[in-house]
């Protein structure tokens, strides 16, 4: 296939560049129903100086994080040392120690990793469940529509902190699997909303009519046809919701019912907080990562914000 | 025997309201419609917009569902399932090229559509019969790895078509498919949908809501108002002896390309509107519908009051 | 109108069944029951056998659920495993408490809420309005419960304005002009720091509102009019976006349950946050789902209350 589409090129070089041509002003004026969306968001992502550095940021920080606490011995860290608790933040130790002597700077990295990884799994798993959820419900409509947004609006207005917190307790074998889980069970219904509305206004279009007219199955159309052309929402409300786990899951973490004791997350090191002492004199431990959660929520959120401009032609800014 | 044949057919769109959201009352899209199409002949729906005539056409080939009456494809009922081999036999060409191709997908994903669901090819030969059909609706093998917004409307237009006549289907049911197009490339899309029907032996259901058109493609015609026929006969009798008030206003309505010829056009749709007016009643009933058809002559059936009938 | 409002209701009761359902799955997944609380682990097990029949633990979960709700009706919502007394006297001190800091969050966030909001939306595109956007924007990223670190950290331990912990001053008694003047004074701070970050969607809304309806035609008549500009914002414009937002209190009952939890564990502050933090933590489980299902049903009926107030305000909701 490659070898026809290189055959053309050397025959209308000529012809393909005007279509090129062609191809970027069209894109300038419809982002969402041509191939080029992706690349739309990229350029408009570029234009964006406070989203192409906090890109940058992400990156740097993620590649980092995910470096260091590859090579980091991780036993090292969490090893207790009754002779340095509660240390200043010195040359050995860059950010003090906690109670248990305790590297913070470690638990910083190891925390942000965690926290990291956490919340690209969840939002993942979120993603998958409200992107299905929500392309069925809109795709078919009528009464599978409204028995699935019944089932949404109920799950929308439980508070979810208090359920995720019961279920935690009471899940027997507590694991970051269950962990994920559980948080997931409770957090796909913003994506699933928005796609549904979008793939309401998508099956209505003739090319998923012709496709069923040409005998294609509604599995094939919905995630063949239709998904693809919301791709670029897809990814926005993603990333969005990317910034809004990490927080979330920081939140449980502080409340104590987020990683199970042994991994550290951002909200653990915060935890700490709790303990007046802690909170009036020992900065270093909780401080860091107050600010290293604050930095991650809004540099994603400004990606987020970006993309999410790029796909609206109206807020564009190039 | 007739290749399509629809029978007394009905599309009701429920109009929901009240607390539960009960069924209070129905749009009658199609109330009531039967026709037959010979294989290889063109049969035209003619009528505005709103009148039902692209009901009729997503009804017969499972798009809406049918609320009664029947559908016969080759003497095989297939009013509600849609078997394997029906489908293939029936295809679709819809009226915006512009949203009726997948902007994310290549021309060959495109055409290819109807093969893969129907047809275990590998993957050369799916290659060749795309560059055959390609070929056939006039466009280079090249395109197949472009994208539809690489392409004009027409050229569009006529990928549609050849994802349609992919599988060789018997029957293409047409909705107003240029009506999206400029002039220009209308007569052009018009003339190929003409070729390859000759070429293929192919059935038309062409669904449209210009005369003009309708009389350079059509053998058959039928005029539709409100979701009922008001008259139906060949394209001679509907363009040479319209019976119906409805059909006469809308064929004095069609402009005449000569200008010394304006005053006369003029008076003919004065009077036209003139009757109209005064015998409105004797072609609608109370509620603006038209009545059932009475035959005239084999083949030309007109939507008559029984007493009118004679009156004439 | 009153079709949405009654189809509304017919959506609520069954959420409110599946809510009770849920919670009393999940009582019936925890360890424990009525009996833990009350017997002495000296007993035989054959006497509690006996005792779990008597009291109809055995039954079949529908009955037992069935029995349940009559009882939650009835203000019966078992007993505390822990202190050995009805979960609802448990409830009573703990509920006071988060309701007025609940009703002083609400208050803040209005008062914070409108004249930003009107400012933004009037000066729209000034340094003043691009540094309340600011504002909001990094008010959204922020996790509440680091900002009301921050807050307790500079302005109850640094600062010491205010008192860091409870719900008043341990040695006044109720009833004085003291006491209550305490109370008042715990409250601030917790709920400053909730209004602060809830606020900010507020403003954004009011802004848009704003924003939106000052070149709408009705708006351009009232100035053609010759109506001065402050009677076209304060009585054409901030009567069409202020009803709205009075409105959102019910859908901010959510935001402020999970704001409870948060607040209340960091300033210690005794409500029904801390109680529900506690018990999971002791394991106290009759205590957990009397709190759930309260601030669920809370939920539930705030959505309610305010989609019935927005669709007699705004017609434009009751479409969808």
Known sequence: ?318 | MAILEVKDLKIYFPIKAGLLNRTVDHIKAVDGVSFQIEQGKTYGLVGESGSGKSTIGRGIIGLEKITSGKVYFNGVDITSKNGKEIRKNLQMIFQDPYSSLNPRKRILDIIAEPLRNFERLTKKEEIKRIEELLELVGLSKESMMKYPHQFSGGQRQRIGIARAIALKPKLIIADEPVSALDVSVQAQVLNFMQDIQKELGLTYLFISHDLGIVKHFCDEISIMYKGRYVEQGTKEEIFNHPQHIYTKRLLSAIPDMNPSNRDKQFRIRKKVQQEFDQRYHDYFDSEGLAYSLKPISETHLVALQEDVQKVR | MWKFIVRRLVITFPQLILLSVLIFLLAQAMPGDALTGLVDPNIDPATIDEQREKLGLNKPWYEKYIEWVGGVFQGDLGQSFRYKIPVTDLIEERIVNTFWLSVATLIFTYMIAVPLGMISGRYNDTILDSSITGYTYIGFATPLFIFALVMLWIFGYHLQWFPTGGSVAPELKPGTLEYVLSRIQHLLLPALSIALIQTVSTVQYLRSEIVDTKQKDFIITARAKGASESRVYNRHILRNSLLPIAAFFGYEITTLITGTIFIEQIFSFPGMGQLFIESVLQRDFSVVNAVVLLFGAAAIVGALLSDIILSIVDPRIRIK
Not at chain 1, 222 to 238: G, Q, Y
């Open chain 1, 1 to 318: 296939m490659t070898r026809v589409y290189g055959l053309s090129r050397d025959l209308d070089l000529w012809g393909d560049l005007m279509e090129l041509g062609k191809k970027e002003t069209q894109s300038q004026q419809n982002t969402e129903n041509n191939p080029t969306g992706l690349k739309i968001l990229w350029s408009e992502l570029r234009r964006d100086k406070l989203a192409l550095f906090s890109l940058i940021l992400l990156i740097v920080i993620v590649v980092f994080v995910y470096g260091i606490s590859f090579v980091m011995n991780q036993d090292e860290i969490a090893k207790v040392d009754l002779f340095s608790i509660h240390k200043p933040p010195s040359k050995e130790f860059i950010l003090g120690t906690d109670y248990g002597g305790r590297d913070v700077f470690g638990q910083l990295i190891i925390g942000t990793r965690n926290s990291l990884s956490i919340g690209f799994l969840v939002t993942f798993l979120s993603g998958v469940i409200g992107v299905a959820f929500g392309l069925v419900a809109g795709y078919f409509g009528g009464h599978i529509d409204n028995i699935l947004m019944r089932v949404l609006d109920f799950f929308q207005v439980l508070p979810f902190i208090m359920l995720v917190i019961v279920f935690v307790s009471i899940v027997p074998n507590y694991t970051i699997i269950a962990f994920s889980l559980i948080f997931t069970a409770f957090s796909w219904m913003g994506v699933a909303r928005l796609i549904r509305s979008k793939a309401l206004q998508e099956k209505e279009l003739d090319y998923v009519q012709a496709s069923k007219t040409l005998g294609t199955s509604h599995f094939k159309i919905i995630f063949r046809e239709v998904m693809p052309n919301i791709s670029s929402l897809i990814i926005v409300t993603m990333t969005l919701n990317l910034a809004s786990n990490i927080g979330l899951e920081s939140g449980l973490s502080f409340l104590g019912f987020g990683f199970p004791e042994s991994t550290p997350s951002l909200g653990t090191l915060l935890s700490y907080a709790t303990n007046p002492q802690t909170l009036e004199h020992r900065w270093w431990i909780w401080f860091p990562a107050a600010v290293m959660i604050l930095v991650l929520m809004l540099a994603v959120r400004n990606v987020g914000e970006a993309l999410r401009r790029a796909t609206d032609a109206r807020q564009r800014r190039g």
